[in-house]
């Protein structure tokens, strides 16, 4: 099950850091880690639906992880 949340993340990462650089073409992924410091990220729709989707999957692995 974890092997299987590591490549939906990797995954996800991956779709996420491709959609931005679409509109910031210069980010990088640790840019990611605070996308408000970017407009064009902070007010598209469609980067934080992408960006939430990461953060549901991380959530499920914390949330294993910890046994609950």
Known sequence: MSELLDEMIAHQENKLLKLA???VPSITK????QP?????LESSPHFR???GI???ILSVKAALQAGV
Do not use: I, P, S, T
């Open 54 to 56: 990461l953060h549901g």
């Open 49 to 51: 639906y992408e960006e």
């Open 21 to 23: 650089r679409e509109m």
């Open 30 to 33: 640790e840019d990611l880690l």
């Open 36 to 40: 408000f410091d970017y407009a064009e």
